[in-house]
């Protein structure tokens, strides 16, 4: 799991860890408490995820699931951007899960039952992203990668995403302001609430699991409905 220990990553890593898997985090700098077996990664430096990937299949001896959850982006107008910040961007949220990938699949092509790949996708790669223009293309790309690699790996290795909407975490605030501004946000959405990260951590487990061997190569939609159409906050027509 890259990126495993704060927000929807640690969510994710509770659900496959009270599933009973050996859940291994990854991230630039360690949380302190975390109750997960932690290696310092760049998912960015292809030399750091190889060794990475070397390190874990030499201390458990296989690689089952690779969840691919590092990214996000702080909110700069891209007007107010630069080259350099869109690069780093992008490298963090396409280049290095593909890196990621890269490196798992090599290990899972080799071993008896093969192995997933999940990609922790957005809703922001579908739609528009102001402020965040080069994270929702990065996205945009990693559903693209995600189906490529389905084709290219079967069919001893699964590759799917989990495309999320809005995640109540313990940052909430810095994205969606205050305690109300989440209230109102939630009523935009269909289900009436921003998801949980183990919400998310349910839907990457379901496509990690035998029960999904079917599944390679698609989305799973986790956004409690999506997003109403804007302009149905202002028609009068009755729509039911």
């Not at 698609?218 to 302009?231: D, F, K, N, R």
């Amino acid at each position: 799991m890259t990126g495993g220990v704060r927000g929807v990553g640690a969510g994710i890593s509770a659900v496959f860890a009270a599933q009973g898997a050996t859940v291994v985090t990854c991230a630039r700098r360690p949380v302190e408490g975390s109750p997960y077996e932690f290696h310092s990664c760049d998912v960015r430096d292809d030399d750091s995820v190889a060794a990475l990937i070397k390190t874990v299949t030499d201390r458990h001896g296989r690689l089952d699931v690779v969840v691919n959850n590092a990214g996000g982006s702080p909110y700069v107008l891209a007007a107010d951007s630069s080259a350099k910040f869109n690069t780093k961007i992008v490298e963090l949220n396409l280049l290095g899960p593909l890196s990621v990938a890269i490196h798992a699949n090599a290990v899972m092509q080799s071993q008896p039952g093969g192995g997933s790949i999940i990609n922790i996708g957005s809703v922001s790669g579908r739609r528009p992203t102001p402020g965040t223009a080069p994270y929702g293309a990065a996205k945009a790309g990693m559903e693209s990668i995600t189906s490529t690699l389905a084709v290219e790996w079967a069919p001893k290795v699964r590759v799917n995403s989990v495309v999320v909407g809005m995640v109540e975490t313990e940052q909430s605030e810095l994205f969606y302001g205050d305690a109300d501004s989440i209230a109102a946000i939630s009523k935009n959405v269909p289900l009436g609430r921003l998801a949980k990260p183990d919400d998310v951590g349910w839907a990457a487990a379901f496509l990690a699991s035998d029960v999904a061997s079917y599944i390679s190569g698609a989305s799973l939609e986790v956004h409690g409905g999506g997003e109403p159409p804007h302009y149905l906050a202002t028609t009068t027509a009755d729509i039911k």
